[in-house]
C-alpha cells in the first residue's frame, strides 16, 4: 500500500469537488465517505441533503476560528492506494486503516478531543483519499513533521497484518519523481521521458564518460544541453543548473533543473567528491600487466561480489556506485543491437546506484579510471568481448540486489531486480553469433582431445557433468577446455572456479556460460580465429591455478 502526500492546499472546497466528481477520465465511481473526524460529517456522495459547500464548511471551522492565526495553505491531502493484486478492501478495513495513519502522521492522534478534523473519502475500489483541515481544537497547527516516513512505516505494519503485497519502501535517496504536469507536457510533446528524466540519463552518462568537473561541462555541453554554471564570490564553483533548449516555460525561457533537483547523487559536490584524483589503494588495483580497458573493467566487475560479500558498507557502496557508471557507460559504445537494453538496465539500476550509506569513491577509483578508458577505447566489433563482461556485469548486479536486500533496502533491490532482467537480455543477444567459431573448432577436435576434455568436465563438475556434455554448446566448451591447456592453465580448477562465480541453475545454456567465464579467466581470446589448431599436451605445462594469476 503506498500513502501519496501532496502539497498543502488553500481551497477545501476545490478537492472535495474533484474528490466527488467524474474525475478526469470518468473513472471516479460513487464517491462516498467511509470515516470522519466524529462519524457525523455530511456525505455529499450518500446523502441527498448534504452538499460539498456543507461538507467543507465543517472541515473549515476551526480554520475560521483561528483567522489570522491559521496558515494560508491549511489543506492536508493524502491517498492510500492499495496494489493491483490486493484483496478489495471493505469500507469498514478502510476506515480502520485511515485512523492509523492519521494517528502515526500526527493530524489526529488517537483519543486527542482537539486533533483536526478530516475526512476520507472513497471512489474507486482500490484506493481513499483523506482530507484534513490543519487546525487542532486548541487552534494551533498540528505535529506532523516527517508525515511520509511515519505514514510508510505504518503502512508496513498495514500490510502484514491485512496480508497486502509489502511494497518496496525508499529511504529518501530515489530521484524526484514527474509531477503530472511533466508527464502530460512530455506526452503534449511526443516526449517518452520528461525533461527532468532526460537530463538526468544525460548528466549521469557525463558523469561516467569525465575525468574531472571540467571536462564533465565540457560533454554536457557538446551534448546540446544548456548549462549555467555557478559561482561562489570567491570564483570557486558551487553548483551548476542545465536545461534542454526545447523546453521552455509560458515566457519562452528555459526550464533550469540543479543537479541536486535531478538526483541526490548528482549535485556538484558529489559529482566533484567522485571525480576527485584517486589515491592509490591496495584494496582496488588494476592487474600488473598491461592489459585493455574492457578486460580491466570486466576483472573489476568479477571482483564486485566478493568486495560486497567482505568490505565494509562505505567500500562497498563506493563499488556499487562504479557499477551504476559501468553501466551508465555501455550504451555510449556497444554495438546498437545491444544499445537498448542496456540503456534500460542502466535506467533500472540508477534506483540501486544510492542509499543512505555514504561511500568511500577512492576505494574504487582505479575501476572509476577503467570505466571512462572504455568510452576512449573503440567498441567490440563483435559480441564475444561483451558477452564476457555483461556475465560479469550480471553477477555483479545480481550481488549488488542481495547486498541492498540484506540491508532492507528495498526499493534499491527491486531497482536491480529490474536491471537484471535488462542485462540478461542483451547477454542473449551478444552471446548468439560469437561461439560459432570456437563452436566449429570444438567439432574438429581429435577423438582423443574429446575423450579427455570429457573427463576433465566430469572431475571439475560431476553434477553438471552430464547436462553440460548433453548440451549443443558442449564443443564450444571442449575447444576451449583444450585452448586453456595449451596456455599452460589447469583447465579443472579453471572450470571448477568458472562455474562457483554464480549459480548455474537458471542459465539457459550453463556450457555457454561456461565457454565466456573460462576464456576470461585464463586469459583465452574471446574468439580465436577458425584455422587456430586445437591439440592439448599430453600433460600441462607450468600449470598454475587462476586465483593466483588474478591477484598478481
Known amino acids: ?28 465511481t460513487d464517491p462516498h465517505l467511509v470515516a470522519s473526524w466524529d462519524g457525523f460529517a455530511p456525505d455529499p ?54 485512523r492509523r495513519v492519521l494517528n502515526a502522521t500526527g493530524i489526529a492522534p488517537a483519543g486527542d478531543p482537539d486533533a483536526c478534523r478530516w475526512v476520507a473519502v472513497r471512489h474507486a475500489d482500490d ?14 497547527p498540528p505535529r506532523h513533521w516527517n508525515d511520509r516516513p511515519r505514514a510508510d512505516k505504518e503502512l508496513v505494519a498495514i500490510e502484514k497484518e491485512y496480508g497486502l503485497r509489502q511494497v518496496p519502501r525508499g529511504d529518501r535517496t530515489a530521484a524526484r519523481r514527474p509531477t503530472r504536469a511533466e508527464q502530460e507536457k512530455a506526452r503534449r510533446t511526443g516526449r517518452a521521458a520528461t525533461p527532468a528524466e532526460r537530463l538526468r540519463t544525460t548528466v549521469r552518462t557525463a558523469v561516467a564518460a569525465a575525468t574531472d568537473t571540467e571536462e564533465f561541462f565540457t560533454i554536457l555541453r557538446g551534448t546540446g544541453v544548456l548549462v549555467n554554471v555557478l559561482h561562489f564570490p570567491s570564483g570557486d564553483i558551487r553548483g551548476y543548473k542545465v536545461a534542454l533548449p ?13 543537479g541536486s533537483t535531478l538526483a541526490p547523487d ?27 580497458a574492457w578486460q580491466h573493467v570486466t576483472d573489476a566487475a568479477t571482483r564486485i561480489p566478493e568486495i560486497l560479500a567482505q568490505a565494509d558498507d562505505a567500500t562497498a557502496q563506493a563499488h556499487i556506485t562504479v557499477l551504476a557508471e559501468t553501466l551508465d557507460a555501455l550504451p555510449l559504445i556497444a554495438p546498437a543491437a545491444y544499445k537498448h537494453q542496456l540503456a534500460q538496465a542502466a535506467n533500472a539500476f540508477e534506483r540501486a546506484s544510492r542509499s543512505r550509506i555514504r561511500a568511500h569513491h577512492q576505494q574504487a577509483q582505479a575501476t572509476r579510471r577503467a ?5 576512449r577505447e573503440p567498441g567490440p566489433k563483435d559480441g564475444a568481448l561483451l558477452a564476457i563482461l555483461l556475465d560479469a556485469i550480471l553477477l555483479a548486479v545480481v550481488a549488488a540486489q542481495h547486498w541492498h536486500h540484506t540491508r532492507h533496502h528495498d526499493q534499491q533491490a527491486e531497482a536491480a531486480r529490474q536491471a537484471v532482467e535488462h542485462l540478461h537480455a542483451a547477454y542473449l543477444a551478444a552471446a548468439v553469433q560469437p561461439p560459432t567459431v570456437i563452436h566449429q573448432r570444438g567439432l574438429r ?3 582423443t582431445v574429446q575423450q579427455r576434455q570429457t573427463a576433465l568436465v566430469r572431475q571439475a563438475l560431476p553434477d553438471l557433468a552430464e547436462q553440460i556434455l548433453a548440451e549443443p554448446g558442449w564443443p564450444a566448451l571442449a575447444a576451449s577446455l583444450a585452448d586453456a591447456e595449451v596456455a599452460g592453465r589447469d583447465a579443472v580448477a579453471a572450470l571448477a572456479e568458472a562455474a562457483a562465480q554464480r549459480e548455474l541453475g537458471t542459465a539457459a545454456s550453463v556450457s555457454e556460460v561456461l565457454v565466456w567465464r573460462l576464456r576470461h579467466l585464463a586469459d583465452l581470446p574471446p574468439q580465436p580465429a577458425l584455422g587456430q589448431p586445437v591439440s592439448a599436451p599430453p600433460q600441462v605445462k607450468s600449470a598454475r591455478p587462476i586465483q593466483q594469476r588474478r591477484t598478481r
Not at 491531502?77 to 484483496?87: F, G, K, N, V
Not at 570505466?371 to 568510452?375: E, G, N, P, T
Request: charge should be positive; hydrophobic fraction near 40%.
Open 1 to 28: 500500500m503506498i500513502a501519496k502526500i501532496g502539497k498543502a492546499g488553500a481551497n477545501t472546497h476545490g478537492v472535495l469537488r474533484y474528490l466527488y466528481g467524474a474525475g478526469r477520465a470518468n473513472e471516479h
Open 127 to 140: 484506493h481513499i483519499h483523506i482530507v484534513a483541515t490543519k487546525v487542532r481544537g486548541d487552534l494551533t
Open 445 to 447: 577436435l581429435t577423438a
Open 266 to 292: 548528482l549535485s556538484y559536490p558529489k559529482i566533484n567528491e567522485r571525480l576527485a584524483p584517486a589515491r592509490s589503494t591496495t584494496a582496488d588495483q588494476p592487474s600488473g600487466r598491461r592489459r585493455k
Open 45 to 98: 456522495g450518500r446523502d441527498e441533503a448534504a452538499t460539498l459547500a456543507q461538507l467543507a464548511t465543517v472541515l473549515d471551522l476551526r480554520v475560521k476560528q483561528a483567522g489570522d492565526r491559521a496558515p494560508d495553505k491549511h489543506v492536508w491531502h493524502c491517498s492510500l492506494r492499495a496494489a493491483p493484486e490486493d484483496r478489495i478492501l471493505s469500507d469498514e478495513d478502510w476506515a480502520v486503516i485511515t
Open 371 to 375: 570505466v571512462k578508458a572504455i568510452v
Open 246 to 258: 526545447d523546453d521552455t516555460n509560458a515566457k519562452g525561457e528555459p526550464v533550469w533543473f540543479s
